[in-house]
T-cell receptor, first 117, second 118 residues
Framework: AQSVAQPEDQVNVAEGNPLTVKCTYS??????LFWYVQYPNRGLQFLLK??????LVKGSYGFEAEFNKSQTSFHLKKPSALVSDSALYFC???????????????FGAGTRLFVKA | GAVVSQHPSRVICKSGTSVKIECRSL??????MFWYRQFPKQSLMLMAT?????????EQGVEKDKFLINHASLTLSTLTVTSAHPEDSSFYIC??????????????FGDGTRLSIL
C-alpha cells in the first residue's frame, strides 16, 4: 500500500543554517510527491511538487526538494533557514484510491520545524 | 492565483445544533474538492472527496449522515456537521483541485475552520 513517512516529529535549526526535513515514500507506480507547509491555525500552503523530470525541484520561499528514486526519498531542503520558516511541514504522495474515488493525496504525519534566531 | 476561501474560520455552538462550513474556489473551477479533519498534533484525515454534480465519496469510517457534503457548483462545496456533539470538535480543512483526473496538479487549501461544540 502507498504510504508516506516523516521520521522526525521535530527539527531544530539555527537561523542562517541549512535545513532538511525528511520524507520517504512507498508507491506502486511512478510517484507524484508534494510538500506543504502549515502555519498555526491555518490551512496548508503548497510548496513544491515532483512529477517527472529533474530530480531537484525548486519551490516557494526558497525551498527545494530532491527526489531520490533509489532511496525512495523526497527530502525538503533550504540553504539558509529563516525564523519565519518555523511551521509544520507535510510531505504527501498522490495515490489512486480505487473504489474510494480516484486519485487522492496521502499525507505524512508532519514535521514541526523550529528555527531559532 | 488558486485561492480557496473557507468560511467561517471559527465557530462555537451548542451540542445538538448543525453547522455548515463553506469552501469556495475564488479564481478557478474546482471539479474536485476534498474535506479533511485535523486533530491536534496530527496529520490530516481525509473525510470525503466530492466531484461537482455528484455524490461525495466518503472514506471508511466517516458517517455520511453526520457529515453532509454538497458540491453543487464548480466553485462551492459545503460540509454540514449535523447534530454536532463535543467529539465533533476539530479543525476542518477543505481543499480544491482543478480537474477531476489531473494527477499532477497540487491541491489548494482553505485556511480551515475551528469547530468547537460545547
Amino acid at each position: 500500500a502507498q504510504s508516506v513517512a516523516q521520521p522526525e516529529d521535530q527539527v531544530n535549526v539555527a537561523e542562517g543554517n541549512p535545513l532538511t526535513v525528511k520524507c520517504t515514500y512507498s508507491v506502486s507506480g511512478n510517484p507524484y510527491l508534494f510538500w506543504y507547509v502549515q502555519y498555526p491555525n491555518r490551512g496548508l500552503q503548497f510548496l513544491l511538487k515532483y512529477i517527472t523530470g529533474d530530480n531537484l525541484v525548486k519551490g516557494s520561499y526558497g525551498f527545494e526538494a530532491e527526489f531520490n528514486k533509489s532511496q525512495t526519498s523526497f527530502h525538503l531542503k533550504k540553504p539558509s533557514a529563516l525564523v519565519s520558516d518555523s511551521a509544520l511541514y507535510f510531505c504527501a504522495v498522490r495515490d489512486f484510491g480505487g473504489d474510494t474515488g480516484g486519485f487522492k493525496t496521502i499525507f505524512g504525519a508532519g514535521t514541526r520545524l523550529f528555527v531559532k534566531a | 492565483g488558486a485561492v480557496v476561501s473557507q468560511h467561517p474560520s471559527r465557530v462555537i455552538c451548542k451540542s445538538g445544533t448543525s453547522v455548515k462550513i463553506e469552501c469556495r474556489s475564488l479564481d478557478f473551477q474546482a471539479t474536485t474538492m476534498f474535506w479533511y479533519r485535523q486533530f491536534p498534533k496530527q496529520s490530516l484525515m481525509l473525510m470525503a472527496t466530492s466531484n461537482e454534480g455528484s455524490k461525495a465519496t466518503y472514506e471508511q469510517g466517516v458517517e455520511k449522515d453526520k457529515f453532509l457534503i454538497n458540491h453543487a457548483s464548480l466553485t462551492l462545496s459545503t460540509l454540514t456537521v449535523t447534530s454536532a456533539h463535543p467529539e465533533d470538535s476539530s479543525f476542518y480543512i477543505c481543499s480544491a483541485r482543478l480537474g477531476q483526473t489531473t494527477q499532477n496538479q497540487p491541491q489548494h487549501f482553505g485556511d480551515g475552520t475551528r469547530l468547537s461544540i460545547l
